[in-house]
């Protein structure tokens, strides 16, 4: 059947003609943002007819102006767009960007629902706009004096796009759906969308993917950084009847998921604009302390830092465009095998090796290297993202640091002391197997209060007086008692214990040691003159070094480098639950707790922490970056007697 003029007029003024609304989504959220209208007719002898057949034959017959009326008057009346913040947008033929009176007969229409023309957009293919550019940019522009916002439909499927974005006022560019479909297995389809995306952004225009039929068409498109999306994954047009149904669908059914990050690797946010990206990346990579680079295919550097140039010697410009073997030809069979392995899709990290001295001379530099698989938004490898840390100096320090250890492991062993740990019942859950050999009683039998039973008589209820009064004030134990030997004699003994409390202030344990009066001065002496020894090598020490005893949670040796980054903050005979909240914050500005400090973490624990980038503010104000690093201390009997940590300067974080 051939529809004519009196069949459309006819529909348009039964309502046959009516609005379907397709919704338009927020890649991100899965937000409705709102919807695109469509014309569909109901034909009382041929069903639904879709505009492909009947818009033709409107345009022909003069007839756009009314349909496009009709539509958007319904849709204006709509009571679940009224009631909401929802836009609307409608298409314009070729012929009505041409008509000057079209803006007027908009505003009219919007008079009666009160609808704000300022959530409308109107959508203009390239093809309406090759005939008469001037008379289409006036209409235009009465067009957005009304509040009205131009989208740029089918972007990339005409002849002048770039033009028609250079003259007129456009607010949002539509990629076509025809790139859209075959972006997720077409490599050149998907270089146009980004290509597309990334022209839009970077002329301030929010950018719309129509055709969207998957979740993987969804996530590359976020991922690129389109902003909306529209298609049979988000929903088919439907009438009025049915919005409040779409509307109510939960927002997370819709919303795109970022790609995964592949074995770790970051993702840069998507609402970034591609020279924000572009610029905070350059700022990373220029201010980051370890080298940096990017390594094609063909094992060319790509980019670089100024770091890295620094690592290899050589200027930086003098590697671009050049091979790694070319550059480093006696570095290069160390590191190939890894660089090899990245571009097959394997992460490698913390591989440690001897980089060869210089022909001129010099000495063998130990690095510490990371390749890293680049991949496009498809996952397909271009190149190996390589990170590399000169170790050399740490090592050193590493070895300095091992003297030092074993000084303080003999001035520990040399000291009688018996460890032990109270409960917040005034308990011994944890001591040093010591205690037998200072009084014959098992270890077992003194957990809990059955050490008690090896004190005198007499000293065991001022003794339990003291623990109850350090439980119930914080206050620190010193008290001394008697305790019978294996040979039955009674020793005088010195205990001393320090609290340790929880988030609410109570006390949760309290940490000490016994240990034995009588023979003290020649210990003490023995003691003084090791820890002469010791204090020489932890001086000549490189970087701060901060030594702790386990036995009383007590600073007892700060080296110079220490005290010359730390100040006065950081002094012997301090506990180190005083030394955490010294200004030291993260990242974020956020003060790390005792259970983070590393120092803490060696003592407590026995844990050995890696370097750990963090901020210090001095007394003078100024703002320094630092690395903390921890280790535990153990005595030759593998009990543990101190901790150790290590504070090096890196500069200023600006």
Known sequence: MRLDAADILRAL???????????LVELKTGQVAGFEILARWQHEELGTILPDVFISEIEARGLSNRLTLSLLGKAFASIPLR????FVTVNLSPLQLQDTELPGLIAECARPSGFSLDRLMIEVTESALVDDMSRAKAVAGELKALGCSLALDDFGTGYSSLKHLESLPFDRLKVDRGFVSTMTEDRERRKIVAAVVGLGQSLGLLTVAE????????SMLLWLGCELGQGWLYGKPVPEAEIPRMLAVPMETFAAKMPAPLDGESVVGAHMLPAQRFAQLQAIYDGAPVGLCFIDKQLRYVTLNRQLAKLNGVPAAAHLGRTVAEVLPRLFPIVEPYI???LRGESITGVEIQKPPAEGGGEAQTLVLSYRPARDEAGEVLGVSVAIMDVTERKRTEQALHESEVHFRHMMTLGPHVPWVLNALGEVIEASPQWEVVTGQSLEEALGNGWQKMLHPVDVPPTQEAIRISLSTGKPIDISYRVRSPEGEWKQMRSRGAPRFGSAGEVVSVYGLVEEVEGEKQ???ELRSCEAELRAAVDAVPVGVILADANDSTIFMVNPEAGTIFGGAVFSGQNISEFTPLGITDAEGLPFSLEENPLA?????????????MFYRRADGKRIRITLSGKPIYADNRRLIGGLMIVQEMGSPE
Do not use: N, V
Request: aromatic share 4%; charged share 35%; net charge negative.
């Open 211 to 218: 055709g969207i039929e998957t979740q993987e068409q969804a």
């Open 340 to 342: 090899r392995r990245a």
């Open 601 to 613: 973490r060696a003592m407590q624990r026995g844990e050995t922490t890696e370097p750990r980038i």
């Open 83 to 86: 009631e909401s913040s929802l």
């Open 523 to 525: 210990i003490s002496e």
């Open 13 to 23: 003024e039964r309502g046959d003609i009516y609005p379907a609304f397709q919704p």
